[in-house]
């Protein structure tokens, strides 16, 4: 178990540095747009590997990037549980928390105006609650995760729109 995480960390410690050492080539610039719109799907076991001879990241490090960078999840009307769509995204998060046990953030569970403020404030918790429950279960500690719910008090769009409250609906990962 510890040998694996050791495992993860160097991977992502080896990801980290080789994107800073990099300078901005055609080659490295190539590959990431090739992988921006590939499919996150597939065995991570498969696809993970060192990073190649000639410091470019495989698919499976841009894929873990791209998804790290993706900080808000939306959610259905009137819906608790996060969108398959985002079980791919979210499981990065998890594994990302997993092997860095100091790093903490906050779950920010939101809803759209409709129904009452103590309703807004319930849903907003049982979203975050959704998403801490799936960290946990893929590796991420209890102590790492703090969960908020502000229900209606901070809309990301204000109005009164479908638009607006499909904006509204969401849960923030905000780094601490």
Do not use: W
Not at 71 to 79: G, I, K, L, N
Not at 92 to 120: I, K
Not at 164 to 174: D, H, I, M, P, Q
């Amino acid at each position: 178990m510890q040998h694996n995480q050791f495992l993860k960390t160097s991977l992502l410690v080896i990801s980290l540095v080789t994107l800073a050492a990099c300078s901005s080539t055609s080659e490295t610039e190539e590959v990431i747009e090739d992988n921006q719109g590939s499919s996150s799907s597939g065995s991570s076991a498969s696809t993970t590997s060192a990073v190649s001879s000639g410091g470019q990241l495989t698919q499976e490090e841009i894929r873990a990037q791209n998804a790290l960078r993706q900080t808000v999840f939306y959610f259905d009307f009137d819906v608790a549980e996060f969108k398959p769509a985002d079980r791919d995204t979210l499981t990065y998060h998890a594994r990302d928390l997993a092997a860095n046990p100091g790093n903490r953030l906050r779950l920010e569970g939101h809803a759209d105006e409709r129904g009452t403020r103590e309703y807004n404030l319930a849903l907003g918790e049982r979203r975050a609650n959704g998403i801490m429950n799936y960290f946990i279960v893929n590796g991420a500690s209890r102590s790492q995760i703090e969960v908020v719910s502000y229900g209606e008090e901070r809309p990301s769009q204000s109005g009164q729109t479908e638009q607006a409250y499909t904006r509204n609906r969401r849960v923030e990962v905000v780094a601490r």
